[in-house]
Every structure is written in C-alpha cells, then in structure tokens.
C-alpha cells in the first residue's frame, strides 16, 4: 500500500492557481479517507483538507476553507487539491496521507503524527 507519486507543484504568483494530484497503488479510494497536509519551512507539518471513502464528504482547516477543493476520482485512483487564491503562507511541501481507521473530519486533519502511509512531497511556490 502506498500512494505511487504525487505531482503538480511548482512556482505561482499570488492569487494564481496550482492543482496537486496524488496517486494511490495498493488500496481503493473506497477503502480509505485520504488528506492534504503541508509543511512550511521551519513550521510543524498542517492538515489541509481530507475526503472520505464513502460518500466523498469533504473537510477543511480554516486556513484553506473556500480556496482549496479537494476530490477524488476512483478510476484514476487519484486524489486531487485544487488550490486558488494562493498566498505567500501557502508555500509549503504539501504531502497527500492516508490513515486505516480515521474518517474524515476535524480529527483526520489534527492526525499528523497517526497517519499510516505517505505521498512523497511536491513543492508548492508562492512568490512574486
């Protein structure tokens, strides 16, 4: 089980727009709630958003809620975050994870360290 790459970073001015893919191997998006976190330089490693496995309920941190949307599609067995509106804070490492036992909500996102499979990272650049 694992997510086999992750892509879609890259540098944008401020208010641009990028789209982060993050593909699993190994598991069904049935399966499992998947989430967005990032990681600034020098800050703690954040919950962004995630979507359940079930009925594609989505939850977000306050911090992107109505900028970032997050979706998935089965077939492709890929999740997505498309982010707007980006701002100088949003420049990060944004990872995509997964967790066996916790559904989406306001618990997944504060689960950093709970998380049992990782995306390999994709820069993401907000600057002028």
């Known amino acids: 089980l694992r997510f086999s790459w992750a892509s879609g970073g890259g540098l944008v001015q401020p208010g641009g727009s990028l789209r982060l893919s993050c593909r699993t191997a190994g598991f069904s998006l049935d399966q499992f709630a998947v989430g967005w976190f990032r990681q600034a330089p020098g800050k703690e490693r954040e919950g962004l958003s995630c979507?359940?496995?079930?009925?594609?309920?989505?939850h977000y941190s306050d911090s992107v809620k109505g900028r970032f949307t997050i979706s998935k599609d089965r077939e492709q067995r890929t999740v997505y975050l498309q982010m707007n509106s980006l701002k100088f804070e949003d420049t990060a490492v944004y990872y995509c994870?997964?967790?066996?036992?916790?559904?989406?909500?306001?618990?997944?996102?504060?689960?950093?360290?709970?998380?049992?499979?990782w995306g390999k990272g994709t820069l993401v650049t907000v600057s002028s």
């Open positions: 979507i359940s496995s079930s009925d594609g309920s989505t």
């Open positions: 994870a997964t967790d066996f036992m916790l559904p989406c909500g306001r618990d997944y996102l504060v689960s950093v360290n709970r998380m049992d499979y």
